[in-house]
């Protein structure tokens, strides 16, 4: 069986493949490397080099070389990731636990992308996977259509159909549920009771639709408090000693008063405790970083954050189970669409670099909110009844 391995450098860490005997599968590594040097983040790398390592354990059981595939090899392959089958001890007769088609696609994207890869370097194989395809698809066509140059496209021969993802979101409930048991704030002592970190972390969340990377990833240089303007937070993308990566670039996203406020309260908190003694470059320190384990005002890691949500699962029964920081970004999107702000000012506030990414992920929301206006059908055709005048 093939599988993923870790690999920790100076400047960070990656994954590649290796294979029973321990070495690094060469093609695999030559594809995942040309996805470093494209700047790809060490989440999608792994991702990657976990499909392929799916991949190349398919490719041994069926005794085929990864250059001599042939069609059916994707076909058994696809069957295989739906059963479960592709990556255990044993290959089951039955399907174990039924895999959904969103996380089969993800899994074939990079095989798809690896022979892509290796066909651009000249290397003949899979050529079957891709047809070129002359002019539009569809029945009709736009004038002129005839006298325009086009350039062939390329169309795969090896798709998964997948549905559309609904997002999940929460309640207002559960949002302030959660708000409360992090830190609540004293008006007779005039201070803040509990980890007031977590309680700016996921109001910054819900009011910003951020990552849960860029906001690890803020600098109190990046934090612009208002002064008699609206106060902002800058979006940098910087080298980050956990490996964790601003997705989409540098941007500003505005803030409310209050959340700038709870940001001011929140480094007088962190004085508290210590860090006016201890941080002697406050602009170039991390917002959340370490309160109670050593190494204390160190950035913060992605998997105590993770861990920490885990533990307020089981004590705010609001919340849901499956919750993810993420579902803060759904929140926040859902909720500027369900208002009435434009797609492309909701597309440039969560930073995505189309706004068919806005459409494609939250077109669904403006859709039922046009349909719910329709529900009273009296009211819509009103206006269509002729008048006794005319």
């Not at 093939?2 to 294979?19: E, I, K, M, N």
């Not at 089958?85 to 174990?96: F, I, M």
């Not at 959660?178 to 005039?190: M, R």
């Not at 803040?192 to 849960?212: F, K, N, V």
Request: hydrophobic share 40%; charged share 25%.
């Amino acid at each position: 069986m093939a599988s993923t391995q870790r690999v920790t450098f100076q400047d960070g860490l990656t994954w590649t493949v290796v294979g029973d005997d321990g070495r690094v599968i060469e093609p695999v590594e030559a594809y995942l490397d040309f996805a470093r040097q494209s700047d790809y983040s060490p989440n999608t790398v792994r991702s990657y080099a976990r499909s392929l390592a799916l991949w190349s354990t398919h490719l041994a059981r069926r005794g085929r070389s990864w250059d001599a595939v042939r069609l059916t090899d994707f076909g058994s392959f696809l069957q295989a990731l739906r059963a479960g089958e592709v990556g255990s001890a044993t290959v089951a007769l039955r399907p174990v636990q039924a895999i959904s088609d969103a996380t089969v696609a993800a899994r074939l994207r990079p095989v798809m992308s690896f022979y892509r890869f290796h066909a651009a370097m000249g290397v003949p194989a899979a050529s079957f996977l891709y047809d070129q395809v002359n002019g539009r698809p569809g029945r009709y066509l736009p004038f002129l259509e005839h006298v325009a140059r086009r350039q062939p496209r390329r169309r795969s021969q090896v798709r998964v159909r997948v549905r559309p993802r609904e997002v999940t979101v929460l309640e207002p409930v559960s949002v302030e549920a959660l708000l409360a048991a992090e830190a609540q704030f004293d008006s007779d002592s005039g201070e803040w009771s509990g980890d007031l970190r977590y309680r700016l972390l996921w109001t910054l969340l819900a009011e910003t639709g951020m990552r849960i990377g860029e906001a690890l990833s803020l600098q109190h240089r990046d934090w612009a408090t208002g002064r008699g303007d609206t106060a902002s937070v800058h979006i940098v993308p910087r080298h980050h000693p956990h490996g964790v990566r601003v997705k989409s670039g540098a941007r500003r996203v505005f803030v409310g008063s209050r959340l700038d406020r709870l940001y001011g309260d929140y480094v007088w908190w962190l004085c508290d405790r210590g860090g006016d003694a201890v941080i002697e470059n406050w602009d170039g320190a991390y917002i959340f970083c370490n309160t109670i384990r050593e190494p204390l005002f160190a950035p913060l890691r992605p998997e105590s954050i993770y861990a920490h949500l885990d533990r307020m699962k089981r004590l705010v029964p609001e919340l849901p189970s499956a919750m993810t920081p993420h579902w803060f970004r759904h929140t926040h999107a859902t909720a500027l669409l369900l208002a009435g702000t434009p797609l492309h000012v909701v597309s440039r506030r969560l930073g995505h670099r189309d706004v068919q990414t806005t459409t494609n992920t939250y077109g669904h929301v403006t859709d039922d909110a046009e349909l719910a206006a329709l529900a009273n059908w009296r009211q819509v055709v009103q206006g269509w009844e002729p008048r006794a005048n005319d």
